[in-house]
């Protein structure tokens, strides 16, 4: 909890003091650049959330059973990248490359014209597989052109992989995870079978 200091107004919680008028701490985050993006900050929605400590949100890893993000702890956390970003089914590779870079995210494998991995800061992450998996699957969204949403690397332990909305948590390799985008033009030559396998 929180005790009010009479004398100034403020709020003093064991770390520093907040400033009820403005929704924020009138002192720097004792974590540092480490809290995030504003030192000052009392919590990603200070009318609805709370902060009792004044720490800043871990990154966020999956929704709570009430649609909030929550980080590894189990604490809330802010609502990552990724749950923002628009439905990309049906859309091209270029559209989708567009959107990425104008929200920040950095391609990491420039070299590689199959697979492609876009990286957000706060650890939201996109793949585009331009030419489908290299084995055909039960999934016709895998076998074509299609993307990945996750918080963390499409695939790896820890991951979670989201659907297209950016929100909801699916199976890695479900047919949710795999987002069904426009295969490129040269698609059969490149994967080596026709459009719409």
Known sequence: GQYLDRETGLHYNTFRYYDADIGAFTTLDPIGLA????LYSYAPNPISWIDPLGW??????KQNSRGQWIDAQGKFANAPNVSSL???KGKSVSQIQKYLAAQGYVRTNPA?????????ADGSEVQIHAYGNQTTGPYKAGNNAHAHKSLGRHGNPGTTE???NGKTAVSTH???AHIGIRNPSN???????????
């Open 86 to 88: 628009p439905s990309f």
């Open 35 to 38: 809290g995030g993006d504003n």
């Open 162 to 164: 989201l659907a297209n």
């Open 174 to 176: 479900s047919s949710a």
């Open 187 to 197: 698609f059969p030559a490149v994967a080596g079978r026709p459009h719409g396998t």
């Open 56 to 61: 800043a949100c871990g990154p966020a890893a």
């Open 112 to 120: 590689n014209p199959k697979n492609q991995r876009w990286v957000h």
